[in-house]
């Protein structure tokens, strides 16, 4: 494929590119930039950390499961490119020096970008700007104390008005389409094809198992195919909106949801990472099926010109296989607006409060009227070999008084509904013994109680 | 005088704009080659076939070897010869290296490793404790005991004897950089690495090895390391090797690292322990005798497993006298990765057994813990031995809790905790304090030496050089503070060096906390030399003795004359005064003997204190820390920033030991937590919210460099703070009088929390 780009404020044209070249490598092998690092290749530390600017604004990203491809027509920018064209370092780099936030140094550029990029789109929390990058020398106290300090300063003026790409646009690609209708015709014409929206789990296939992957169709340029609707009845999501931009718009009616999303991976991940990926590659532990399936939502399939609905949780078939036909593809999921306001609420359990894999995720959206259960949605991941709804529970539920009583007797229906696994995450038995759990905090929650140690301060 | 500074880290400019270089950074030539290993795929089980053909057919792929191939010894061991660099006949654990890849990149070479068949019959493989136990499968022929007095006698004279037992999880050092070295084969036959590696003698050594070399053929350069943490003791070795042995073949460079998951499966790790513990104690919970059994899973070869347990067993005290005493160590050989150094080096676990003691005693007797460890310190006036006879002097922990019980609110904090979880149903709180008593010196006494290169150039700009190694731990700056401060110059005119075996030879590995001790001696004494020796050139034209010469503030000061630094740089060249010495340092007054467990291994003791406060959801077992407070003693410290850096890290890394970072073999032997997003280090929003570090005004009561004290590995034991609050909050699910012991293992993530507080409603 053949791409351009601006690295570091420098007009970059490569052609013939292999279209699973990752970012990283090239930057390190090809262009000699080594300042970012690899540490895991597989978007779990932060090393690799770069900053990527277009037409949406500036955000950083894991370079190791990031694609060529995928900065076409965007602007890159490395550590090597923080500095003033005359050498003057930046805030965020003046205060790790002053504040101790470098030892083995290995991480620091990832952090050092990871934070130039927040401070460019106003992020003011640094644990969910820093949850991606990873730090095994410092216990993160002097990081944050540099990221305080530098937050404290503005944007140097050489980065507050980076160009979104090069004056010359992206180069064009047979697979690189930019309108819905074209993907959908090369869909049909290669439906073998990889879609590769933001790589955040294709490029471990490429990084770890070595496969290939070609011929490959990114979507992430469509930007029809990125748009967030929000209708008065219903919020379409389309399936190549980054779950950062969903956690945005969803953060005013669901609260909860935006609060989880929060620990979905990390800043880096979220920002590349789709809704439609979560939900096409079928994951069982993916956090965001389980939250749309309480919420009702509809998932809007095409495959050509034809295009079918189904709701969300119909389209986990079992563990690995999805309702697709081949040629087709997720273009939206759709979400009732008027479904769950001021009950829904979805809790996340893993081992490590941010960036972990859930080892269970349970999302609740029950109705109440006159005191008794009118309506139940109670869905999970991380029990099933596919995001699963509640049924039994839900039953268990239904015209009942909501009352501590009711959802103490509908716990056991959480064994008639799951047969969870053992694994590195989590037994089986903490899995099930958590996920009925989680339904009386849900009540405890509602009720407004504490249940949360993150609410609890010393 | 620049010591005593709390100056920057000396690469923090590097590091921050992405210029330091590590080793795959630095600019190779394009005919440099890559390397990755097959492995295998079973834990235990004897080679039957091997059909590497694919492997050599796979694009880019220059050679392949298998251990028929190597030329010499194949072997990456430490000492006990028992570690083959590929697998010869027999495999021991899963992922264990056959057969080696030499391509032209670093992903040809990953991709053809993986097309290897290697046929293995399966054996049983020994994996747990308990299956090892069984097999009777021991190091040194079976467990190893040292003890004092009679406990047999004194235990039943007790009022209460207090048992239990607590698995203790081992810990993947996750350095930021994994494994990397670099060969390039020399005109001569000679071999020059760069290698990520905390001892690069033992590097030098083993290559020399594999080519049948002379140590002076092979030359081991270190400038940084991406983090160590002591995973780059010994577990660079097999790199380094396997670089050398393909670049001696080949002619060419070769360059070798691993994918991370390669690193993850590939290396040792921190030992897990099982600690099976009696102790017997009077009515008000002073210790009359202690039994401790400490199983310690070993992995498939010794490595530095020995010292490892050794030092575990000479923390089974901690900070308390115990009269009558017994540990018995079981070094359990097991079909797993070898357990290697990591920080602490066993210390950890040996406090572990004795800290959960002092926490059960205080639990049973319905007492503080606190109050059980106060009563239970050595005497910090009449001066008692430790188990394994060493007198404990310098004991300043009493005065150190005492200050910092009183400046973090211990008592207040702990009634407000107690009222607090009267009023919460799903959520208690907890807190603990535990100190830490931690001897140091490499017990291998030998190994408690260093030497130094200083040159002064005729321009007064200054070299160091010694044979520590940087790995973040800011110990080339305190050195750079300690040749400044002897020459009386800026640090701007000294220039620190890459750690180098043709410069400093012989050298120990930069490991057991005494990076700074022994080689900011070495370099002092290279720089008094020096000093000597400018004074004895300049003093006569002033009329003075040599010893009134004074350096100070970039001059050289005889009587009322004054040069700068650089004119009597200069002034010696031209008086041919040689300007370059090397310096040597050997720890003085240690003695150990391990057959008996009797001597005196520690130059001295480092000591410190912490204090966590946390929160338990007992729905789910989630849980937070909420407060640390810290005390700890640095002697005068060389540099406060790089101190207090290494203790708030030392922290943050001890409590993720202890609560997020789980290692799961499955049934196999199979590492299932062989990646970032399988193991959980901490993360950023893991750090204590409110995190007070402060550092004990003293200085070491010993001679030492600057009256400093070593920091390395201490602050990592205050992270059973952490752990011990956790028991605290799950403690108050259960009923306030009698209730059981919360039996905490570790590491406790939240499933363990949940189980325990649990086992407490129940």
Redesign the interface.
Known sequence: MDIAFLLNGETVSLTGVDPTTTVLDWL?EGR???????????G??G?CTVMVTDDTGTRALNGCILFLPQINGKTLT???G??SPTGD?HP???A???H??????????GF?VSLAAGQIAGETN??RQ??G????????????RAAENAARRPVPKWLRELPPGPATGPMPNDFQPSTVAALAELRMTYPQATIVAGATDVGLWVN?Q?RDIAPVIFVSQIEELRRIEMAPYMIRVGAAASVEALRLAIAPLHPSFAAMLDRFASAQVRAAATVGGNIANGSPIGDTPPALIALGATLQLRRGDDMREMPLEDFFLEYGKQDLAEGEFVEAVVIPRDSGPNRFRV?K?????????S?VLGAFNVGVENGRVTSARIAFGGMAGVPKRAEAVEAALMSKPWTMETVREAKWAFAADFKPMS?????AT?RL??AA??L??YF?DLEG??????E??? | MSVGKPLPHDSGPLHVTGAAYYIDDVPVPANCLHLAFGTSHVARGIITAMDLSDVRQSPGVVAVLTAADLPHVNDISTAAHDEPLLAEGEVRYHMQPIFLVVATSHRAARVAAARGKVEIEEKTPILTIDEALAAKSYFEGGPITWSRGDVAAAMPEAARVIEGEIEIGGQEHFYLEGQISLATPQDNGDMVLLTSTQHPTEIQHKVAEALALPFHAIRVETRRMGGGFGGKESQGNALAIACAIAAAATGRPCKMRYDRDDDMAITGKRHDFRIAYKAGVTPEGKLVAVEFDQFVRCGWSADLSLPVADRAMLHADNAYFVPHIRITSHRLKTNTASATAFRGFGGPQGIMGIERVMDHIGHTLGRDPLEIRQINFYNKRRVQETPYGQPVRGFILPDMVKALAKTADYAGRKAAIAEWNAGNDVVKKGIALTPVKFGISFTLTHLNQAGALVNVYADGSVTINHGGTEMGQGLFQKVAQVAATGFGIGMDRVRITATDTGKVPNTSATAASSGSDLNGMAVANAVDEIRRRMARLVGPMADVRPKAVEFARGKVIAGDKVWRFAEVARMCHENRVSLSSTGFYATPEISWDRTIGKGHPFYYFAHGAAITEVAVDRLTGENRILRVDILHDVGKSLNPAIDVGQIEGGYVQGAGWLTTEELVWDHKGVLRTHAPSTYKIPACSDRPEVFNVALWDGENHVPSIYRSKAVGEPPLMLGISAFLALSDAIGAFGPTENGAYPDLDAPATPERVFHAAQRMLT
């Open positions: 390190r000699g930039l080594t300042g970012t690092k690899e540490g895991c290749n597989e779990d530390c090393a490395t550590v090597e923080l500095a370092m965020v780099q003046t790790m020096v002053e101790h936030g470098s030892q083995c140094g290995f991480c620091t550029p050092v640094h644990d820093l949850a990058n990873l730090c095994r020398c410092t216990g993160y106290a002097p990081i944050i770890k070595h809790y359990l893993s081992k490590r409060f941010d960036q972990d894999i080892a694994d590195m995450r989590a037994s903490y013994e958590t759990n989680l009386e905090r405890l109680q504490l249940t949360s140690v993150r609890v301060r010393a």
